[in-house]
């Protein structure tokens, strides 16, 4: 089974970091990265731009509409994304609670379920 890991960065956490702890946060990151890749697991991953950088599309009948971001005014914004292969949703949670980032928001786990379901 696949599942999106969706990574929401808690503003106030992130930015307590001094600068030296945001580059080991994202060398520790980048290893579990890469050791999920070698465990066959990690499918893809990356990073977003902060949500002041997002367009909001939306489509009422023909016509499509576009707004600047953010949606809405939150403590945590989406930060990333893990997309993984785990045999279930308990697989897919521990892999989740493995990741620094879940010390910096928290990781929502949503499985992504095969086409006709």
């Known amino acids: 089974m696949r599942y999106l890991l969706i990574v929401h960065v808690d503003r106030a956490l992130i930015g307590r970091l001094?600068?030296?702890q945001g580059?080991?946060?994202t060398r520790r990151?980048?290893?579990g990265d890469d050791e999920l890749r070698r465990s066959g697991h990690l499918i893809d991953c990356g990073p977003l731009a902060e949500?002041?950088?997002a367009r909001i599309v939306r489509r009422r009948g023909d016509r499509p509409s576009v707004t600047d971001g953010p949606y809405a005014e939150t403590k945590e914004h989406v930060g990333g994304f893990m997309l993984i292969e785990a045999r279930d949703m308990d697989e897919a949670v521990a892999i989740a609670s493995?990741?620094?980032m879940a010390a910096m928001g928290s990781i929502e786990v949503r499985e992504q379920p095969t086409m006709g379901e």
Do not use: I
Request: proline fraction near 20%; include cysteine.
């Open 18 to 20: 001094s600068p030296e």
């Open 23 to 25: 580059r080991d946060l």
């Open 98 to 100: 493995t990741s620094p």
């Open 29 to 31: 990151c980048m290893a």
């Open 51 to 53: 949500p002041e950088t």
